[in-house]
Nanobody
Framework: QAQLLESGGGLVQAGGSLRLSCAAS????????MGWFRQAPGKERDFVGG????????YDGEPAKGRFTISRDKAKNTVYLQMSNLKPEDTAVYYC????????????????WGQGTQVTVSS
């Protein structure tokens, strides 16, 4: 059974940094695209960005451009979301997800999801 487990969330002041991790287990993720999403209360789930498990090529969604970096470490079976210059509007639950064979920003196309990790940015 595939499992994704996020960690690294917390409370940070505006302008600060956090690195989220997503530990993947239970199956091989070859040919999978690993996405990061976030959801604030009362808002839709937004695509932050993602990375190809095979190639390591990263794709930024709007929230990530210029401030976030997405990467993966195959040896550790872990995907990372490095966030810098955080703003209060980045406050949300951040989710890691996996989809096979496609690169997509549509949350409903993803097969596997983590439980999420809360990021709170204070002003």
């Amino acid at each position: 059974q595939a499992q994704l487990l996020e960690s690294g969330g917390g409370l940070v002041q505006a302008g600060g940094s956090l690195r989220l991790s997503c530990a993947a287990s239970g199956r091989t993720f070859d040919n999978y695209f690993m996405g990061w999403f976030r959801q604030a209360p009362g808002k839709e789930r937004d695509f932050v960005g993602g990375v190809s498990w095979n190639t390591g090529s990263a794709y930024d969604g709007e929230p990530a451009k210029g401030r976030f970096t997405i990467s993966r470490d195959k040896a550790k079976n872990t995907v990372y979301l490095q966030m810098s210059n955080l703003k209060p509007e980045d406050t949300a639950v951040y989710y890691c997800a996996a989809v096979r064979g496609v690169i997509t920003d549509r949350w409903n196309e993803y097969e596997y999801w983590g439980q999420g990790t809360q990021v709170t940015v204070s002003s």
